[in-house]
């Protein structure tokens, strides 16, 4: 899953970016590492020691990046069984739309 997935399951009032922060500080037995960016990268470079800890967490587990340390997240995102039509992070597009939300 990214961090938006996790975020719009929240539903108001939380971003990827709080996301984040409560992932940090979550306790030892949380899965943290299977949680990834938008652009299917790892984000905790600058948190975790060694910086490369999470890819190599995923690897282990199939997950396969690119030269650029990307995975293919058409190929390896999770998306949780639909709660609601509209919500287009059970879509398997990699590209955060609001199209189908009503934003009013």
Same mark, same amino acid.
């Not at 030269?67 to 997240?73: E, M």
């Not at 190929?75 to 998306?79: D, E, V």
């Given at each position: 899953?990214?961090y938006?997935? *996790? $975020? ?10 709080t996301?984040g922060f ?10 943290w590492?299977r949680?990834?960016n $938008?652009? !299917?990268?790892?984000?905790? !470079?600058? *948190? ?18 690119d030269?650029? $340390?990307?995975?293919?997240?058409e190929?390896?995102?999770? *998306?949780p069984? *639909?709660? +609601?039509?509209? $919500?287009?992070?059970?879509?398997? +597009? ?11």
């Open positions: 899953m990214t938006g997935q *996790i $975020a719009e399951l929240l539903g108001d009032g939380y971003t990827p970016r996301v409560c992932m940090h500080s979550s306790p030892e037995d949380t899965p590492h949680v990834l $938008a652009q !299917g990268k790892t984000s905790t !470079g600058r *948190i975790v020691l060694p910086v490369d800890k999470q890819q190599r967490m995923l690897e282990q587990e199939g997950v396969v990046f030269k650029n $340390a990307r995975c293919d997240l190929k390896f995102l999770y *998306i069984k *639909i709660r +609601s039509q509209n $919500a287009s992070l059970y879509t398997k +597009s990699t590209k955060r739309t609001t199209k189908g939300t009503n934003n009013s």
